[in-house]
C-alpha cells in the first residue's frame, strides 16, 4: 500500500472529511494565504511604492459611505494609501514574519529537546534550566532587549530595511522554550523502548538513533504546537507594531496598519483600524480552530471512534 493510499484510509482523512468547521477553516485560510502570495498581482496599487501615494487621497472612506471612492473599495489610511492594498500586503508580510519565526523556533526547541531529552542528567538540567530562564523574560522585554542590540549594531537607520529578519529573530528566540519541553517530553517516552535499544545493539551511533529513530517518532506534538504557534507569532508581531517596536508605517504589516489609525479611530476614520484589525481576527481565528481540530485528532485520548 503506498503513502498515498494510507493517506486516503486514514483517520485523519477521514476525521477532516466529517468535520465542518476544520473544512471551512482550512479553505478561509487557503483563500487568505493565496491572496497574500498573490498580492504583488491582484493589488490595486503598490503601497510601497511611494510614487503611487498623493496624500490629498489620505482618509477616504470606504466607498458605500456618503463619501466614497469607488477607486478605494475599502477606502484610504491617512498616508493616501488603498486600505485593500495595504492590508494585502500587510497580511503578506506578517505571513512571512510568522511562518519564519516558527521555523525558528521549531528548529532551535526540537534541537534543544531532542538533545537534553536523548542525553538526560548534567546535558538535560543546564538546557532546561536555559529554558526556564527564557521562559521567565516576556517577549516584549526580549523585543525590547534585542531591538536595543540591533540598534547599536547596525545604526537606526537600518531599521526600516531589517525590520523583517529582526523581528523573526526577537519572536523566534522568544517562543522555542514551548517546542523543547514538549519534545523533550516526547524523547524521554521513547529512548527506553525497544526500537530504540535494538539500534544500540546493533551498532548504530548515538546521532543517528536520534535523527532517524527518535526523533521522527516525536515530532507529532510538533505539528499541533505550530498551528498554534503560527497564531501565536502573528499576533506577537502585530502587538510589537502597535507598541512601535515592529514593522515601520512605511512597510504595512497588520499590526503596523493597526497602530498607525489607532489615533483616527476617534475622529472618524475608524475604518484604518477597524479593517485591519478584522482581517487579523480572521486569520487568527481560522489557524486556531485548525489547530484545535489538529489537536484533537492527534490525541489518542480524544478519540472517540
Not at 498581482?41 to 511611494?50: E, L, N, V
Request: charged fraction near 15%; proline fraction near 5%; include cysteine.
Amino acid at each position: 500500500m503506498t503513502k498515498l493510499q494510507k493517506f486516503k484510509e486514514s483517520y485523519f482523512l477521514y476525521s477532516f472529511k466529517h468535520d465542518k468547521v476544520a473544512i471551512t477553516s482550512f479553505i478561509i485560510l487557503i483563500t487568505l494565504l493565496i491572496l497574500a502570495i498573490t498580492a504583488p498581482w491582484i493589488a490595486p496599487m503598490d503601497p510601497y511604492d511611494a510614487d503611487n501615494i498623493d496624500i490629498m487621497n489620505s482618509e477616504i472612506p470606504p466607498m458605500w459611505s456618503e463619501k466614497g471612492d469607488s477607486s478605494f473599495p475599502l477606502g484610504t489610511d491617512n498616508m493616501g494609501r488603498d486600505m485593500l492594498s495595504t492590508m494585502l500586503y500587510g497580511l503578506r508580510t506578517s505571513i512571512i514574519i510568522a511562518g519564519c519565526a516558527v521555523l525558528l523556533q521549531a528548529g532551535l526547541g526540537v534541537f534543544v529537546g531532542l538533545t537534553a531529552g536523548y542525553f538526560g542528567g548534567k546535558i538535560d538540567a543546564i538546557l532546561m534550566r536555559l529554558a526556564d530562564i527564557q521562559f521567565s523574560f516576556p517577549y516584549l522585554m526580549v523585543a525590547i532587549f534585542i531591538g536595543a542590540i540591533f540598534h547599536v549594531v547596525f545604526g537606526v537607520g537600518s531599521y526600516e530595511r531589517l525590520a523583517v529578519p529582526l523581528l523573526i529573530v526577537i519572536i523566534g528566540f522568544a517562543e522555542w522554550p514551548m517546542y523543547a519541553r514538549t519534545i523533550r517530553a516526547s524523547v524521554i517516552g521513547e529512548v527506553n523502548k525497544e526500537y530504540v535499544e535494538a539500534a544500540r545493539v546493533i551498532g548504530l551511533s548515538r546521532l543517528t538513533i536520534m535523527i532517524r529513530h527518535v526523533l521522527p517518532n516525536s515530532l507529532t506534538s510538533v505539528m499541533v504546537i505550530s498551528t498554534i504557534q503560527v497564531a501565536n507569532a502573528v499576533m506577537s508581531e502585530a502587538a510589537l507594531s502597535f507598541l512601535g517596536m515592529g514593522m515601520p508605517v512605511t512597510k504595512p504589516s497588520l499590526g503596523s496598519l493597526i497602530q498607525a489609525g489607532f489615533e483616527f479611530i476617534f475622529s472618524g476614520s475608524w475604518w484604518i483600524t477597524v479593517f485591519p484589525g478584522l482581517w487579523l481576527v480572521l486569520f487568527v481565528l481560522v489557524i486556531n480552530l485548525l489547530g484545535d481540530w489538529v489537536r484533537d485528532v492527534l490525541n489518542p485520548k480524544l478519540y472517540k471512534g
